[in-house]
């Protein structure tokens, strides 16, 4: 059967495109598409190293899950880079439609702040759920390092807090072009701190992070456990502090619920303003949804709004990327949607309470790697059934937190430390086997999608 290559990437970008900030989307799918599709691998080309290496590593759940909707039978994904021709790279070309419908238009990023320029106090969304984390933002903006120092907002994945905690950024580079002003994430200063370690240059690196009058921390949960990373960062917070700049925090939890930290920096993060980001009523979220469609000049009737708020509730992030589907797909079509269709769109959208059982694990695992079912529950030692049943023994200990012997005569052996071995080897390949890693990856989305 022949595929529509374009056709297919199209409509995975449109259910890609939701789940990243749009800076993000604009950066690294630009000039991508898929140039071939064999034996369970899809080939997407991509124009450089660095979108091939931030695919890879960074989207590759997104990319697999949005393909696995299109193309059952997919595995695996591999990267090739293919540079745009020259004469079209040289020539300015006007936007397509589909280019800016899909976010691809020029974003003109604060490369040194690393600003989003949406992310401002004027284009965020004011309700009651989120109105004091609004209030304390603001007040810092004016008050710079003497109000509210550090400001910690804290609340649930895709509520806003990005949006707030760099609206602060751009307000102050606003009216204070020569303010230092940095936006990162815990994960990339972390990854900032190894490299200069490895590349000796941890003078630079102190000297880098003491500089800013503005210290903007994004996901501090990702410190957990990272001891020597924590106590870096201990030492940067101080310098700043103590220097009277500001230092603002995010994290998906409040820092006495952040597991993993150590109590003098825990003590840092609660010392100065601490705010929660809470989830938006009903009326909240029809009101979000009304002034997205305003800001994006398209009208949607009042049922659908409805059916959207009312299905879409643990996040805004969710909420807009609902409306952007509808949005995307109406504008493909030519019309706006019917409920049906929205239902269909929103279905695929909504996480559903699922049961995994073993069984249902060993069911996947067979269907993901083509061997019959009761080919792992025998005692054979082919080299095609090894590997899946080993991976099966560990996610069932992952996900079910199964006791080892129970493990083992699950899958019919009758020696628990055959599982207990399987666990710890898979364990450690995860870590320097990146194609396992993303097996172990797409065998979990795949055992949660289909569970009971």
């Known amino acids: 059967m022949t595929m529509d290559f374009e056709k297919i990437w199209k409509e995975a970008l449109v259910e890609i495109e939701p789940n990243i900030s749009k800076a993000n989307f604009a950066t690294w799918f630009k000039d ?4 071939k599709y064999d034996n369970g691998v899809a080939v997407v080309k991509v124009p450089n190293n660095f979108a091939r290496d931030y695919l890879a590593d960074k989207y590759y759940k997104f990319v ?31 936007k397509q439609a589909n280019e800016e419908q899909m976010g691809f238009s020029e974003l003109n990023m604060d490369t040194e702040a690393n600003l989003n320029p949406k992310y401002t106090f004027d284009s965020f969304i004011v309700a ?32 806003g807090k990005t949006h707030l905690i760099q609206a602060i950024g751009n307000e102050i580079r606003k009216n204070n072009k020569n303010a230092k002003i940095q936006y990162i994430t815990s994960e990339k200063f972390a990854n900032d701190y190894i490299n200069s370690i490895q590349n000796k240059t941890i003078q630079a690196f102190k000297e880098k992070y003491r500089k800013y009058n503005l210290l903007i921390v994004d996901d501090i949960q990702f410190f957990s456990d990272k001891l020597k990373i924590q106590e870096e ?17 995010s994290s998906d939890k409040p820092p006495q619920y952040v597991v993993g930290l150590e109590e003098r920096l825990r003590s840092r993060f609660e010392g100065g303003m601490m705010v929660d980001v809470s989830q938006p009523s009903l009326e909240e979220r029809m009101a979000i ?14 049922e659908l709004i409805n059916y959207i708020a009312e299905n879409i509730n643990e996040n805004i992030r969710e909420l807009e990327g609902a409306l952007n589907s509808v949005i995307g797909q109406s504008k493909i079509k030519g019309r706006i949607l019917h409920l049906p269709e929205v239902e ?22 067979s ?48 020696d628990h430390t055959t599982a207990i071995h399987a666990v710890k080897k898979i364990s ?5 086997d990146k194609r396992l890693e993303q097996e172990i990856n797409n065998l979990k989305d795949l055992i949660y999608k289909t569970g009971v």
């Open 32 to 35: 991508t598409c898929i140039s």
């Open 64 to 94: 697999f899950g949005a393909l696995r909707n299109l193309i059952p039978n997919i595995r695996h994904i591999e990267y090739i880079i293919v540079q745009p021709p020259q004469e079209q790279a040289k020539k300015p070309l006007k």
């Open 128 to 159: 009651s759920f989120n109105e004091v984390a609004h209030a304390a933002a603001l007040a810092v903006s004016k008050q710079l390092g003497s109000l509210y120092n550090p400001l910690f907002i804290y609340g649930g994945v895709g509520l």
């Open 233 to 249: 960062f201990f030492h940067v917070f101080n310098a700043l502090y103590d220097g009277s700049n500001q230092i603002v925090f």
């Open 289 to 302: 949804l009304r002034i997205k469609m305003q800001q994006k000049f398209f009208n949607l009737p009042d």
């Open 344 to 365: 269909q769109i929103i279905k695929k959208k909504v996480k559903p309470i699922k049961i995994v059982t073993i069984d249902h694990i060993i069911k996947t695992i």
């Open 367 to 414: 269907i993901y790697y083509n061997i019959e079912e009761k080919n792992l529950t025998e005692k054979t030692r082919r080299q095609e059934v090894v590997k899946p049943r080993q991976i099966a023994m560990y996610l069932i200990r992952d996900n079910l937190k199964i006791s080892y012997p129970h493990i083992g005569k699950s899958l019919g052996q009758k």
């Open 428 to 432: 450690g390949d995860i870590k320097k």
